[in-house]
């Protein structure tokens, strides 16, 4: 592993003068992602941008594949979109909603997700249904059940792995109620992709959006999507269809995109296509269940340390969980902390109440720190920003 580690770092320019402990927010790339991006833009400086991307279209192609293998699915089942939030948008646009019409999420969903869902309770009148929480944490399966039994229910929500918190959710055992009541299951796996091995088959869910920036340790400003043959063969498509996902046939009439190619838009920046694909084999050539082991392991002494300071408190729930530590301190709100820590080169982030309203209340939470370490972090990393964590709490108020 110590060969590994340094190859990793080696591989990872971000690493030689800061402590990079943001991976849920943006991991830092490694070198062929970088060198995939640049290269494509000097290529488009040089030859125009169009040009390049037909110079680059066997490459572009590869994109899909190499993202298909990162889910467990084929290439005609992937959509490059900007970012997880736009594979959401576009899976929910599919469904004609109307009034009355239930969609069932969880208690610990991603803000922007429970936003959007409002937004369509008030324009739309569709009845939103939070399902309850396990004693533990996460969605309970058997309220998903119960509520998506209504006749009403046309689609069911889950975010795998919250953004405020190192819960993971039952993603599985949510698929499996899905399948049994046939209910369509939109899962966000913007956290997981690069942290957990993803089975779209093991999983059912009728689509998947994710984005490239974090976990997987892509460039900003891309992500793809998963469509099942499912949705594809029941004709599911975006309500805001662009002339990438359909062709203009008659003057009255367009024709579908018979891949999930009919979610994209038209105008894509390449050179962040090429590095999602960097990304993802990098990530598979890491291994994914070698990147979750370590950057879980480090996660698991970042709680313990924690738990142990004075005042500390880990707000991580749920039967598994995964590499974003979440912690709040009685002495010192934590966007102070944030604060200190980036004084000193560390990399961390705070998550305030807002971002999980029907979560951080009950707990008594304005704002958590958020720690979330990867695979090529070090122990030494952590025992400084620990360190550096100490020192502030202990200050005189």
Known sequence: ?????????????????????????????????????????????????????????????????????????????????????????????????????????????????????????????????????????????????????????????????????????DAHAVGDVCEELDVPYLLDACQAAGQLPIDVARLKCDYLAATGRKFLRGPRGIGFMYASDKALERGDFPLFVDMRGATWIEPDRYEIAPTAMRYEDWEFAYALVLGLGAAARYALDVGIEVASERAFSLATKLRSEIAEMPGGRVLDGGREKCAIVTAMFASCDAREIVRELKSRKVNTTSSLKWFGLLDFPSKGVEAALRISPHYYNTEDELDAALGIIREVISRDP
């Open 1 to 169: 592993m110590n060969e590994l580690l340094a190859k990793w770092r080696r591989e990872t320019p971000g690493t030689a003068d800061r402590i990079h402990l943001n991976n849920a927010g943006a991991g830092l790339m490694p070198q062929p992602v970088i060198d995939a991006v640049k290269s494509h833009l000097d290529l488009e400086a040089q030859i125009g941008g169009y040009e390049a991307s037909d110079a680059r279209a066997a490459e572009i192609a590869r994109v899909y594949d190499d993202v298909a293998r990162l889910v467990g699915a084929q290439s005609h089942n992937v959509a490059i979109v900007a970012n997880a939030t736009a594979g959401f948008i576009q899976s929910v646009s599919s469904f004609d909603l109307k009034p009355g019409d239930v969609i069932v999420t969880t208690r610990a969903d991603y803000t922007s997700y429970q936003i959007t869902f409002l937004s369509l309770a008030q324009r739309l009148g569709i009845v939103v249904q939070h399902a309850e929480d396990l004693p533990e944490g996460g969605v309970d399966p058997d309220s998903v059940r119960e509520l998506a039994k209504d006749p009403r229910c046309r689609l069911v929500h889950v975010s795998w792995i919250p953004t405020h918190s190192g819960l993971i959710q």
